[in-house]
């Protein structure tokens, strides 16, 4: 009942948090689609936190947008990877231990892998378990793609349809796990989450778009829900339905907040 009330306070409104860093370019889109979502949202820079003048546990919500984080220098993600891991691990631990959401995109995907915050076996992987390397086409991908909404443990999303369309943008987006083990975990621990369907752009491992750890709590997926708001961004819009004016990624960012609803505290 407590619960209830204070979800129902708009005192009590779900805080997110986004970190940026030198090379982020998806930090204001991704910030727009928490806001509409129903967030009340800050953007800082990593060195904000680094330093302790923004601390996690305030917030409902972290997100790792997209981009070319520190230009994506030794590989795709790892600096911001190392800067997590070396410098915030006791606040992030205890961040995921206490069921608040942390959801990473596109580079934010290759930071919670590279970090170990993914596949999440524990709560933090002392040894990095899978990756995101160049696409098959050894190009740079940027289209829409078709996914399927998977059961798993980010029972969250469950009221999405099954099918959804959101766009990729990237030259490293092809998921590889260390060991055919670690894709047997995945699949048992019921963490993968969004398959590439009917077609699989980039070549990755039994077409997977995104996993989330073993609570379902952390999530990381290469496609963008923050570039797919209204239909209206959609390519072939004036072909679609009418009836539903906002898009697919629309409905991850709300079910997002509705998560963080639930466990506010």
């Known amino acids: 009942m407590k619960k209830n009330l204070l979800i129902a306070n708009s005192r009590y409104k779900v805080k997110a948090l986004?970190?940026?860093?030198a090379g982020t370019n998806c930090d204001q889109e991704t910030l727009h689609a928490l806001t509409v979502a129903g967030a009340e949202c800050e953007l800082v820079h990593l060195n904000q936190v680094l330093?302790?003048?923004v601390r996690l546990h305030p917030f409902h919500v972290l997100v790792f947008p997209g981009g070319f984080s520190y230009g994506d220098d030794i590989s795709a993600?790892?600096?911001f990877a190392l800067e997590l891991r070396l410098r915030l691990k006791d606040q992030l631990k205890a961040f995921v231990k206490?069921?608040?959401l942390v959801i990473g995109v596109c580079n934010g995907f290759q930071i919670l892998l590279k970090s170990g915050l993914l596949p999440g076996f524990d709560v933090i992987d002392e040894q990095q378990?899978?990756?995101?390397?160049i696409n098959r086409s050894g190009?740079?991908?940027?289209e829409w793609v078709g996914l399927k909404i998977e059961k798993s443990a980010a029972s969250w999303l469950y009221t999405l349809p099954l099918h959804i369309q959101l766009p990729i943008a990237h030259g490293e987006g092809r998921f590889i796990t260390a060991t055919p083990k670690v894709l047997t975990s995945l699949k048992q621990n019921n963490q993968i989450?969004?398959?590439y369907a009917p077609q699989n752009p980039n070549g990755s491992e039994d077409n997977i778009a995104?996993?989330?750890n073993k609570d379902g709590n952390v999530i990381g997926l290469m496609p963008h829900p923050e570039r797919f708001l209204t239909r209206f961004e959609h390519p072939n819009w004036t072909a679609q339905d009418a009836v539903q004016e906002g898009g697919d990624g629309l409905l991850f960012w709300r079910e997002a907040i509705n998560y963080a609803k639930q466990h506010l505290n």
């Not at 986004?18 to 860093?21: H, N």
């Not at 378990?129 to 390397?133: G, Y």
């Open 98 to 100: 206490s069921k608040k």
């Open 18 to 21: 986004v970190v940026r860093a």
């Open 77 to 79: 993600g790892k600096v």
């Open 51 to 53: 330093m302790g003048r």
């Open 210 to 212: 995104g996993i989330c």
């Open 193 to 195: 989450v969004l398959r």
């Open 139 to 142: 190009r740079f991908q940027c």
């Open 129 to 133: 378990k899978a990756t995101l390397t």
